[in-house]
């Protein structure tokens, strides 16, 4: 939702594709070149921690947009940071995440929480924009 929220933000106040773009960019480029080292952090620190680490932070950061933006203080340079911001977020959650689901459920139950999470996951990514659209429509 916050995705689809920052777009929509950035081309309504902007109108413009090239900067719709960098945005998308500067959200995907961290988990790029941070995933080497996200693994490394994984593998080092105690997996849920960084999971309720990356998910605070998350949380964070969409109050953060969420206060901006109903303040109508929020600048493009703003959104573009808090996408980056987010970008490096997801770069340390997706392999901390998928590691920590091995602690979780056990060797034997492993293939089942693996189905399991890949649905929910992808289910997030399609319900997680259609919520976005709506709320944009009822609220703005």
Do not use: H
């Not at 689809?4 to 950035?10: D, F, G, K, P």
């Not at 969420?66 to 980056?84: D, H, K």
């Not at 920590?100 to 459920?105: P, R, S, T």
Request: glycine share 8%; proline share 4%.
């Amino acid at each position: 939702m916050q995705t689809v929220a920052q777009a929509w933000l950035i081309y309504r106040k902007t109108g413009s594709g090239e900067l719709l773009g960098l945005l998308g960019f500067v959200g995907q480029f961290p988990i790029f070149l941070l995933s080497p080292l996200a693994g490394l952090a994984a593998d080092r620190w105690p997996r849920q921690r960084v999971v309720i680490a990356t998910q605070t932070s998350s949380m964070l950061l969409a109050f953060i947009l969420a206060a901006l933006t109903m303040t109508g203080r929020i600048t493009v340079w703003e959104i573009i940071a808090l996408a980056t911001l987010l970008g490096i977020v997801n770069a340390f959650d997706v392999p901390a995440r998928q590691s920590f689901l091995i602690e979780m459920v056990g060797r034997e139950d492993l293939l089942n929480a693996i189905a399991l999470n890949s649905s929910m996951f992808n289910g997030a990514r399609v319900a997680g924009p259609a919520i976005a659209c709506s709320l944009v429509a009822v609220v703005g």
